[in-house]
């Protein structure tokens, strides 16, 4: 059996599934590149509503382990994060049923869904700079985009300090309140959640997700289009040719350009 299984209990949501032998969930080559397949195979299903990821025993997903890793950890990050490209190229909403501990690359496979259904008693950490080994730029994205509070994204990153799914719900943007009691029902709320968001035809998830975590969708190499910048003081306070021959040099409106300038530095400064 492979590290991935995918069902669909309801029509047009699917389940994949983790499972390893050890109940780590450990993201090795083999474990990534099923994924990938998987995920893709999903994306790629007409009549997609909804994706979930879970895990069958033990932690939701644990990273990788680096005592064992076969490749150097910056294949293993860029590889984790084409995973995190497609849950966020996803065209329908994802959630992460987190039932275990999330830690590592597995916390950044978790913060890549749009909603995360997690069991109380789940811890999650980055324990990388106890450590001493950095973290891709996309792990760091996904927590400015995704957690609320700068406090516990210092807790995380830098002190490499865990906390619990109970703990986390209100300062995880896209966690579920509250966080579930029992880890056995934790999929089960996560199908509800996605049943009940309705995906219009030819609605595209990936656009929206652009829009509200362009930090995150940049940072995995997705193309963003990002809103015009406003134009500088200077910018809307030149003045054409033309302009200046309908308004001249008149008092009044030297004062109107005045005004405007003064609004203009006011919001900047």
């Not at 829009?211 to 997705?222: K, T, Y």
């Amino acid at each position: 059996m492979g590290f991935c299984t995918v069902q669909s209990p309801i029509d047009g949501i699917f389940v994949l599934t983790m499972a390893s032998s050890d109940g780590h969930q450990y993201l090795t080559d083999e474990a990534i590149g099923d994924l990938i397949a998987s995920l893709t195979a999903v994306r790629d299903t007409p009549g997609l509503r909804g994706l979930v990821t879970t895990s069958r025993l033990g932690s939701f997903c644990d990273g990788v382990d680096h005592d064992a890793a076969g490749q150097p950890d910056e294949q293993v990050a860029a590889r984790v994060g084409e995973v995190v490209r497609l849950l966020l190229e996803m065209p329908a909403p994802t959630a992460a049923a987190v039932n275990g501990d999330a830690t590592s690359l597995g916390l950044a496979l978790a913060l890549a869904h749009d909603h995360c259904v997690v069991w109380e008693g789940a811890a999650v950490a980055l324990p990388e700079a106890r450590r001493r080994r950095p973290l891709p730029g996309y792990v760091a994205a996904l927590l400015r985009d995704k957690v609320a509070y700068a406090r516990l994204r210092k807790l995380l990153m830098l002190r490499a300090e865990a906390c619990t799914g109970k703990e986390l719900v209100g300062t995880w943007y896209s966690a579920n309140d509250p966080a579930a009691a029992d880890r056995e029902v934790v999929a089960a709320e996560a199908c509800e959640l996605l049943e009940g968001i309705e995906v219009g035809s030819g609605k595209n998830y990936a656009t929206a997700r652009q829009a509200m975590w362009p930090e995150s969708c940049a940072a995995v190499g997705m193309e963003i289009t990002r809103p015009r910048r406003p134009s500088s003081p200077e910018q809307i306070l030149h003045v054409s040719e033309k302009e200046k021959e309908k308004h001249g040099a008149s008092d009044q409106y030297q004062i109107k350009q005045t005004k405007i300038m003064k609004k203009i530095m006011y919001k900047t400064s």
